[in-house]
Structures are given as structure tokens and as C-alpha cells.
Nanobody, 114 residues
């Protein structure tokens, strides 16, 4: 089993920044892919950014140039730095990792509003 705990969500004004962090614990050996998803009210959950153990990253078109995903192998964390936030970025953000199985975090709310 892998446990994922997200932190760093909150309320921010348009144009502001937030940094989300996801800490993994448990049977983390074998994890090869880490990602951040988000789900806005009445919308489907969507993949925002991902990173592999080799360091390859991928981003949704809507966040390219504004969000950066990174991982710290020593701390077993994966972070999402979000800048130039827009109201449409408002959602619950979820961490997900893939290894022998897939695991989800509990989610953290990000609200972008003036």
C-alpha cells in the first residue's frame, strides 16, 4: 500500500501562485509515474501534469508555461508549482502515483478568486 497526502491548497487571487505538495509513504518502491489531476465542480477529473522516474514531464495544454511539476526522490514528494493562476484553475487537486497499483491522494482545494 502507498499513502499519499497532499498539502498546499488554498485561496489565491487571479495572477497569484500556489505550490502543492504530495508526500508518499508506504510501499513506494516501484513507483514509476507521478501525476497531478484536478476536478472542478460538475466536470470530469483531468490530468494536469505528470512526471516519470526518468524525469520526463508532460502538461495539459491549459497549464503549459504556468505550472511546473517536480519530484524529490529523497523526500518522496512530488510538487506542483502553479503560477499566473486563473479562476478556471479552481478545482480539487489530486495526487496520483502508479507502481504495481495506482493510488490517489485525498485531494486539496484550490480556489482562484478575487
Amino acid at each position: 500500500q502507498v499513502q499519499l497526502v497532499e498539502s498546499g491548497g488554498g485561496l489565491v487571487q487571479p495572477g497569484g501562485s500556489l505550490r502543492l505538495s504530495c508526500a508518499a509513504s508506504g510501499s513506494i518502491f516501484g513507483i514509476y509515474w507521478l501525476g497531478w489531476y484536478r476536478q472542478a465542480p460538475e466536470k470530469q477529473r483531468e490530468l494536469v501534469a505528470s512526471i516519470t522516474t526518468g524525469g520526463s514531464t508532460d502538461y495539459a495544454d491549459s497549464v503549459k508555461g504556468r505550472f511546473t511539476i517536480s519530484r524529490d526522490n529523497a523526500k518522496n514528494t512530488v510538487d506542483l508549482q502553479m503560477t499566473s493562476l486563473k479562476p478556471e484553475d479552481t478545482a480539487v487537486y489530486y495526487c496520483r502515483v502508479l507502481g504495481a497499483k495506482g493510488y490517489w491522494g485525498q485531494g486539496t482545494q484550490v480556489t482562484v478568486s478575487s
